[in-house]
């Protein structure tokens, strides 16, 4: 018999899905009101941006539980479960809390569903986390958007400390069709009496979020500056940095994440800590930073699943975040070849993630995930044989059988420098690392 957990995943499936952004606040509001406004018993860092989100958010939240705070978590898409969503000291929620959490909302959501409507998956997933942080003691809450910014269910936080990783294109069909029309929707987090850090952003952006932050009077710390990456030595496990605070110098820190965009996200994410503790009067030391950053997590992105041959699953769904992913294998001298399994979800832009691809994928392996959003792999290969040739496209319906083709390929090369990417959507990442960590053989 399945866990209750389960059949709460279920019902909650059943919500409109989280990929459709609605402009109101009024439901999860009328939720949290009636739940006693869980979502303020903690102060919050509250992370929104294009890319970088939930490595920025994990690495914030590493950081301050190890300055020694207890802290909650709440990220998403999930890559395999999700109670990885609802991190409460660093793990998540077991399957027993997180089904208390959702019975326990039960009554709150038949009142006000039978006054404004249904609720959405995120929303109700949303309220869960604040009423499960809200219970645990917590001296620290770090939030990730989901989707934009002003209309985000988890917008009814207030955040003490927001953060805006950089921003480009994606999801233009709700949050607007530029860079500067995307910022304003994400502005939206930034509130009066806060500290707004600013990762590295295209100029459109950047002045959009000033004028929020002049509007509401917040003040803003541009994370360039406020942590600076001095020194930085790419390795095949990571990169070794040195980053240059306002009080001190963090050097031979060793992150387990590989490119230089993810050298960007921990010095956000050390500028927001360091922001988040100086409200307390607390500092961040550099033993502190070494240890937590020694330690960095962030599953599916960029992540090695395999070491021989060298396998990554990677959550690239649009042409920013994919050039990242690019520049990152290629500074690791280890490649010779590379071979990418391709999985994307309609309504994404297919063709900007190819040519980020065109320069380094010898190969490409257009499948598909399980997906109901899912860009059909016979399209997907027409498409990737227009950017890149025929002759480095090669269309594999399934995923599993994509996978055993890539670490064929992988597999025969004698030298051992052929190494294979996984990537082009966040349910490819899951599906494939799921299938690796069970042992898919090529």
Partial sequence: MDHPAREVERELLR???????????????????????????????????????????????????CAGLRVGRYTSPHLESMRERIVVDGAPLDEDPFAAAHDRLRPVLARVEDRSGPLSFFEVLTAMAFQAFAGAGLDAVVLEVGMGGTWDATNVADGVVPVVTPISLDHTEYLG?????????????????????????????????LDRAREVG??????????????????????????RGEEREHRDLLVPLLGMHQAGNVATAVTAAEAFLARTGRDLGTATVRHALAGLRSPGRLETVRGTPRVWVDASHNPAGMAATVAAVRELPSVGRLVVVLAALEGKDVDGMLQALRGTA?????????????????????????????????????LPDALRAALHRATRDGAGTTAVLVTGSVVTAGEARALLHAGARP
């Fill in 15 to 65: 919500r409109w899905p989280e990929s459709r952004l609605e402009p109101s606040l009024d439901r999860i509001r009328a939720v949290t009101d009636a739940l006693g406004r869980p979502q303020h018993a903690v102060p919050v860092v509250h992370v929104t941006g294009t890319n970088g989100k939930t490595t920025t958010a994990r690495a914030v939240d590493d950081l301050l539980r």
């Fill in 177 to 209: 069709p530029d860079v500067a029309a995307i910022a304003r929707e994400k502005a939206g987090i930034v509130k009066a009496g806060c500290t707004a850090v600013l990762a590295d952003q295209p100029p459109a952006a950047r002045a959009v979020l």
């Fill in 218 to 243: 917040a003040t803003v710390l541009d994370a360039r500056r406020a942590v600076r990456v001095l020194e930085r030595a790419p390795r095949d496990d990571g990169q070794v940095l040195t980053l």
């Fill in 362 to 398: 010898d190969e490409v392996l257009a499948t598909e995930s399980t997906s109901p959003r899912r860009l059909p792999a016979t399209d997907l290969a027409a498409r990737a044989a227009a950017v890149l040739g025929a002759d480095r496209v090669t269309l594999e319906p399934s």
